[in-house]
């Protein structure tokens, strides 16, 4: 009986699927991932840490204090890279950062992450989704956790040229996308900037489409505010045209024909009148056809009028 009873565990196992087996393993074999953005925030410079932290690669890091990370001088500092030091266990590459002469040492990094890049498709799986194990996403010049470049999407923006860069938008956008954003300040000089892609060109990250009508009439208010200083139009033509139809303030920006245009927003409208212009072949016609008609002069009346 005894023997049975020590034979059924292994039994068991050898009855489960394989996967379920390996995924059993894995799940008590694998290490949190060293790169934590609420332990190293992301950043693109050392301004954008605090207590005194360094920016290395696109993470403030404590590099003052001991971490997971190995540290290192030289490329052979790395080798067999642990999976608890954020390696494979391959050999990997020592990352120093540009103040050689404050902080000289460096941390060691997989090589995948050493790669440098200007767009998602210089790293590997860039092309394939974040969730991808192994998919890496170019962060501030560098190749690393998609994590990183999401919470570098979230960063404040002065200018276009600074998403541009990172390629977290094509525009440093005003952010809408909830009260915050809309109530702060007056006249757009205290509003909120992220960088965006906005469909419309404007400047504008959208409320979503899920905004209660309590918090639309409160955007409708602001907008009506905002017309002082002409960007009603600039909010307004950056909002999807079933929310536009919900706002009073944005009546004047709704399309509502393809014929006519509004004078301020460049939209059509059914009030202002257009005319088509003539074909230039038709033109020059009209105009051939009035002068043949014109009474030619004689040589006395062109003397005449030279006389005169």
């Known amino acids: 009986m005894g023997s049975h009873t020590t034979l059924l565990p292994s039994i068991l196992l050898y009855l489960l699927p394989p996967s379920s087996v ?65 390696g494979d266990d391959r050999d990997g590459s020592c990352f120093k950062h540009e103040d050689t002469v404050s902080v000289n040492f460096g941390i060691c990094l997989p090589r995948s992450q050493m790669i440098r890049c200007k767009s998602h498709s210089d790293c590997p799986g860039g092309k394939a989704p974040p969730q991808r194990k192994g998919s890496l996403r170019c962060n501030n010049g560098w190749c690393g956790d998609p994590a990183y470049f999401e919470a570098l999407k979230q960063r404040p923006c002065q200018r276009d040229q600074e998403c541009e860069g990172l390629q977290t938008g094509e525009m440093c956008c005003y952010d809408f996308s909830s009260p915050r954003g809309w109530q702060a300040g007056k006249n757009g000089q205290e509003w909120k900037k992220r960088c965006c892609d906005n469909p419309t060109g404007n400047p504008i990250i959208r409320p979503p489409d899920s905004t209660p009508p309590k918090l639309l009439k409160q955007l409708d208010s602001r907008i009506r505010e905002l017309s002082l200083v002409y960007m009603d139009m600039v909010v307004c033509e950056a909002l999807t045209y079933q929310m536009m139809l919900q706002l009073e303030s944005c009546m004047e920006y709704r399309t509502t024909t393809t014929t006519t245009l509004s004078p301020r927003s460049g939209h059509r409208t059914s009030t202002s009148p257009s005319l088509t212009p003539l074909p230039t072949p038709l033109l020059l016609l009209l105009i051939f056809l009035s002068v043949k008609n014109l009474p030619r002069l004689s040589d006395n009346d062109y003397r005449l009028s030279l006389s005169e």
Do not use: H, I
């Not at 953005?37 to 404590?62: G, K, L």
């Not at 971490?67 to 052979?76: H, L, M, P, V």
């Open 22 to 86: 390996s995924s059993s393993l894995s799940t008590s074999s694998s290490t949190p991932p060293l790169r934590n953005t609420s332990m190293y925030p992301a950043c693109v410079e050392d301004n954008d840490c605090a207590n005194d932290r360094r920016c290395f690669q696109y993470m403030c890091y404590p590099w003052q204090t001991s971490t997971g990370f190995r540290w290192c001088s030289k490329r052979e500092d790395c080798a067999a890279l642990l999976p608890e030091e954020g």
